[in-house]
């Protein structure tokens, strides 16, 4: 059953802020038909890099759908859940190639963007034509630490290699063996990762929800049913790990090509279009001055994939890929997650924004991207 304001039924709606992606469905039979005849790499990987987008946002949508439905604990679980679904996928199939480095590179490049890109946009178009915004410092205080203890955790294993061991990997790679001791330590490093995780959970969900105030608008939804919402949710499912079997596949050979190395691919690329609807509406929500929630998109997307997707890759790649993944950045890494994770703990602190921030913001991604680049 759906309600008489759903978006689509307007074709109007496709070409709005929120409907553009669905435009970019048709990628997603052509990648799959280039993948088939063998069609050269970039070609391949720059369809299916497309045809990530809408699946994504029909995966996001339907977990607003559900979360609408299901009340803001189970709610604010489903989004917590699902939201990063499409970086995880594509991860895995990654890690399955063995493609150690780019899995590390995408997941960096998701924190570093969420910080910077996606949060400089915001605090740029909303604060066009505004002195400045205001948003709730509380819960972002709280997720920015969470943030910031994370990218702690997660720089250990370099730290480790750097004194012991034999160094950081170089960009260029694709995947180092750094042995089991250091395997070891990651593995503990994403142990515990996930133990805080879980704990805030408990904290933003049940002990103080009120502080993050996770309620649902009925305006926000497109008014489908559980079961319309779930079938939805499959199918985007399945879209997405077939757009991501079809990018994976063509990493290596479109890097040739294209003469552009994997680690830009995965910490640029990749961690955009993954992203990318999630991304665009935190830029909407900010230019109609509702900071609290472009805020929380931004920061609270880098602390899930920080405290839950890292670790559960590093878990999985001990029964997927060729041998166990090591937390072990490189130093382009290490230095982009931490200026990241700092800047946004910064720039956060007042709970004010305005336009100028937010340049400063896009201006520190774009140095990295271009730092990415060269690497």
């Not at 063998?38 to 990530?52: E, H, K, M, R």
């Not at 590390?104 to 969420?114: M, P, Q, T, W």
């Not at 969900?205 to 502080?211: Q, S």
């Not at 946004?344 to 991604?365: C, D, H, I, P």
Request: aromatic residues 10%; charged residues 10%; hydrophobic residues 55%.
């Amino acid at each position: 059953m759906e309600s008489s304001g759903t978006p689509r039924l307007d074709p109007s709606f496709f070409f709005g802020a929120l409907g553009w992606p669905y435009l970019l469905v048709p990628f997603i039979p052509a990648a799959i038909a280039l993948d088939l005849a063998n069609a050269s790499a970039g070609l391949v990987f720059a369809t299916s890099a497309l045809g990530i987008v809408p699946t994504a946002a029909l995966m996001g949508r339907a977990t607003e759908e559900l979360a609408a439905r299901a009340g803001p604990g189970i709610g604010g679980l489903l989004n917590v859940t699902f939201g990063n679904a499409p970086e995880l996928i594509i991860a895995l199939f990654a890690l399955g190639q063995g493609l150690h480095e780019v899995v590390k590179a995408s997941l960096i490049g998701s924190i570093i963007g969420n910080c910077l890109l996606v949060m400089g946009a915001a605090f740029f178009v909303g604060g066009l034509g505004r002195k400045e915004q205001r948003f709730d410092q509380t819960g972002v205080s709280v997720q920015t630490t969470m943030l910031l203890a994370a990218a702690t955790a997660i720089v250990m294993p370099a730290i480790f290699e750097l004194v012991e061991g034999r160094g950081l990997p170089a960009p260029g790679a694709e995947r180092v063996d750094y042995g089991s001791t250091v395997e070891h330590l990651s593995l503990a490093v994403a142990a515990v990762l996930i133990v805080v995780y879980v704990a805030g959970l408990i904290f933003s969900l049940r002990t103080h929800r009120d502080v993050f105030n996770p309620e649902y608008e009925s305006e926000d939804t497109w008014g489908w049913s559980v079961r319309t919402a779930v079938i939805m949710l499959a199918i985007a499912g399945v879209a997405v790990a077939a757009m991501s079997e079809v990018l994976v596949g063509s990493i290596s050979e479109a890097s040739r090509s294209i003469g552009i190395s994997e680690f830009f691919i995965g910490a640029v690329i990749v961690a955009i279009v993954g992203n990318a609807a999630e991304h665009w509406v935190a830029v909407v929500v900010a230019r109609k001055d509702k900071m609290d929630l472009a805020v929380n998109i931004a920061i609270g997307s880098s602390a899930q994939i920080a405290l839950f997707v890292v670790p559960v890759l590093v878990l999985c790649s001990f029964f997927v890929g060729p041998h166990p993944m090591p937390l072990v950045l490189n130093g382009f890494e290490l230095g982009g997650l931490v200026f990241a994770a700092l800047l946004a703990n910064y720039v956060t602190q007042e709970g004010r924004s305005n336009w100028f921030e937010g340049v400063q913001l896009l201006g520190a991604y774009v140095v990295l991207a271009v730092a990415f680049y060269y690497a």
